[in-house]
Nanobody, 119 residues
Framework: QVQLVESGGGLVQAGGALRLSCAAT????????MAWYRQALGKQRELVAS???????NYADSMEGRFTVSRDNAKNTVYLSMNSLQPEDTANYSC?????????????WGQGTPVTVSS
């Protein structure tokens, strides 16, 4: 069974840093684009960053320069390094991955990991 397992969220003071991880577990698939989204309380979910299997990245404008997305294809894992965190970065961060099984593509979501930035 395929799952996306996230870790690394928590409480941090403003100006601090966190690193999130998301691993695609299971077998019989290849991982294509992986992405991080976040949803703050009362707000819509928004894209944070994405990375293709070839390493091409895309960032939301407000996060470029502070956040870095990377991946380890051998481990089917994507990372999000977050620096200079601010209270407005407080949200539930979710991992998203497009997996290919034979000729079919599926989109999976992780359960989310909360990030709280205190002022």
């Amino acid at each position: 069974q395929v799952q996306l397992v996230e870790s690394g969220g928590g409480l941090v003071q403003a100006g601090g840093a966190l690193r999130l991880s998301c691993a695609a577990t299971g077998s019989g698939f290849s991982v294509r684009t992986m992405a991080w989204y976040r949803q703050a309380l009362g707000k819509q979910r928004e894209l944070v960053a994405s990375i293709t299997s070839g390493g091409s990245t895309n960032y939301a404008d407000s996060m470029e320069g502070r956040f870095t997305v990377s991946r380890d294809n051998a481990k089917n894992t994507v990372y999000l390094s977050m620096n200079s965190l601010q209270p407005e970065d407080t949200a539930n961060y979710s991992c998203n991955a497009e997996l290919q099984v034979g000729p079919w593509k599926y989109t999976y979501w992780g359960q989310g990991t909360p990030v709280t930035v205190s002022s």
